[in-house]
């Protein structure tokens, strides 16, 4: 009997450069699941009538990157607690004409925090970068991993503290925010969620905010350390890029659509390797 292997993909505008099909393939192979997973480039007003194109056409779950992660939300039936405190939808399963939504960015991120980089998140000053999607995508799997406290820090302290109202009955009283500006004191764990990194900018840290014992993860990666990364390792901090949280985030999608919870480790080295990225380059 011949079995047709499940289909998957990754959606979104452009599309092409994504290593979720070298991820997910590498998973499939390790744990033995006949699956396909390939890229999907949706048209930018077309979202929605791609995703139910692809359920006709037998697709069990999707990916979803930018800049579709609004209208998967929107197109979803129902919604993880993840995904509701997101407000945006990385994962998408389809099952019995009904489309259920996930969003694994942040716990991507405490995985690799805590289970590549071996920092336990609970009772550490975490300082969170920007708050946008990327911030919001984290903000509740990081306060799950139970810091000391979380501050969102912002170019403008008004949407950093709008950020932090919407989480404050997670919080227990451990998140503040305020403008990038107006930071004091030495973190334990900085997180970059601004995309300044794209044009090879940082924002403006003070030297203070870390120190040998700190850990600067920026979510941009790429062949070289990425700007925040370098000022990071000036101020005598470790560094790491978003490649583990790349692997983490797919290893929990993978787990949602299939009940099976992939090996990392691996995965991220041939990655690393794949991206010309020097071995040093994640510490």
């Known amino acids: 009997m011949t079995h047709t292997a499940a289909q998957y993909v990754v959606i979104g505008n452009p599309v092409a450069h994504s290593r979720s099909p070298f991820i997910h393939a590498r998973f499939a192979r390790q744990t033995g699941l006949a699956l396909s997973y390939e890229t999907r480039l949706a048209p930018l007003d077309g979202f929605a009538d791609n995703v139910r194109a692809f359920i006709l056409e037998g697709g069990r779950g999707a990916n979803v990157t930018v800049p579709f992660k609004l209208d998967a939300f929107a197109l979803a039936h129902e919604h993880t607690a993840r995904a509701l405190a997101a407000g ?47 911030a919001r995508g984290a903000l509740l799997p990081l306060l799950d991993a139970a810091p000391r406290s979380l501050t969102i820090a912002n170019r403008t302290a008004a949407n ?13 009283g451990r998140l ?10 030495c973190f334990d764990v900085i997180v970059n969620a601004t995309s300044a990194s794209l044009n090879g900018e940082v924002p403006p ?38 490649c583990g949280m790349l692997v983490e985030q797919a290893a929990e999608a993978f787990f949602v659509w299939h009940g099976v919870r992939p090996a990392t480790g691996a995965v991220l080295d041939e990655l690393r390797a794949a991206l010309g990225q020097a071995p040093a380059s994640s510490s």
């Not at 203070?208 to 390792?233: I, V």
């Open 88 to 134: 945006a939808v990385n994962t998408l399963s389809f099952s019995d004409g009904r489309i259920a939504a996930d969003n694994t960015d942040g716990a991507g991120l405490v995985a690799d925090i805590e289970g590549n980089a071996g920092i336990r998140l609970a009772g550490k000053r975490v300082l969170l970068l920007g708050a946008g999607g990327a």
């Open 205 to 242: 840290l003070a030297p203070a905010l870390f120190s040998s014992n700190t850990l600067a993860l920026d979510m941009m990666y790429g062949a070289e350390p990425t700007a925040f990364m370098r000022l990071a390792r000036l101020h005598g901090a470790a560094a790491r890029d978003g």
């Open 160 to 172: 950093a503290e709008a950020l932090a109202r919407q989480f404050a009955g997670q919080a227990a």
């Open 176 to 185: 503040q925010a305020c403008a990038l500006t107006a930071l004091e004191g």
